[in-house]
């Protein structure tokens, strides 16, 4: 391996950010990073704070589904105190960064499908898990969690194999994490900090999405669609032209693209 466990200074020792990864804690195993960033949200850690883990034991998908995480990845999470209106924008500026920094850290070309995977070839590369608190009108807490497939490889992984890469399977060599979460953590400041000004994250991560103009099956909780992904609305929706000639606006789902 390129690198032994990386510490807390390794991460924010020069990090050109204000506030994220100012303060990192990291651990040599945890169940999840995502329910630790989330204690830590609720006993008042400031903005920015990173938790990190060399391996998850417990790592989480959506829908309670298994997220594989071990020695070799990266898991991470970061605390954020988002406006209600950026909270649907976390999922871009997070699946943002990791496509910017894969290219930027490994050359290696990215796709991003809808709503949360960061492909590398069609193969999954990276999950994104948003979880947040809101109370009433206004977010206690949002949690962005990141996993990525650095120097592990999927075929050691039975239940992965077939779905997922890494990047040191696509490159044939293992990289620095060091290098990736300090780019992650940078880019992930630098996109967040552009939400109030614009649009500029969310055109940026709609004309990114592979799963655009694709003729797609998607399933949402008990019901499966079928039909175009047409276009995604600025609250991080889908938008799927149903062969009936119907516009229906989809929040969440899973997807896969029809040959
Ligand atoms: C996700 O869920 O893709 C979100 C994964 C988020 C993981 C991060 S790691 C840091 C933080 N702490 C956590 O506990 N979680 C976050 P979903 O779209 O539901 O996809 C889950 C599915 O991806 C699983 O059912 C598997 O099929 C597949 N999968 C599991 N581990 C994988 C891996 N390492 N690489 C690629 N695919 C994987």
């Not at 650095?150 to 992984?157: I, K, Q, S, T, Y």
Request: hydrophobic share 40%.
């Amino acid at each position: 391996m390129v690198e032994e466990n990386l510490s807390p200074a390794d991460i924010s020792r020069n990090l050109k950010t204000d506030f994220i990864g100012k303060k990192v804690i990291a651990y040599p195993s945890l169940s999840s990073t995502n329910d630790i960033a989330k204690s830590e949200a609720k006993k008042g850690a400031r903005e920015g704070t990173v938790i990190l883990a060399e391996e998850q034991t417990a790592g989480r998908g959506r829908l309670k589904r298994a997220w594989l995480s071990p020695k070799g990845s990266i898991a991470l999470s970061i605390i954020l105190h988002p406006t209600p209106a950026q909270l649907p924008s976390l999922i871009m500026v997070a699946s943002l960064a990791v496509a910017h920094c894969i290219e930027k850290v490994s050359g290696l070309e990215t796709q991003i499908k809808w709503p949360n995977d960061v492909l590398i070839k069609g193969k999954k590369a990276c999950g994104i898990l948003i979880e947040s608190d809101v109370r009433g009108s206004a977010v206690d807490y949002a949690v962005i969690g990141i996993g990525i497939n650095v120097n592990l490889l999927p075929a050691d992984f039975p239940e992965i194999a077939a779905t997922a890469t890494s990047l040191a399977q696509e490159l044939g060599r293992e990289i620095s994490r060091r290098e990736m979460i300090r780019c992650l953590l940078v880019e992930a400041e630098k996109l967040y900090l552009a939400l109030p000004e614009g649009d500029s994250v969310f055109r940026e991560w709609r004309d990114r999405l592979v799963t655009l103009g694709k003729e797609v099956e998607l399933i949402s909780g008990k019901t499966s669609y079928k039909g175009v992904a047409e276009s995604v609305a600025n609250d991080g929706s889908l938008l799927l032209r149903q062969p009936d000639g119907n516009l229906i606006k989809i929040v969440a789902g899973d997807v896969s693209l029809r040959q």
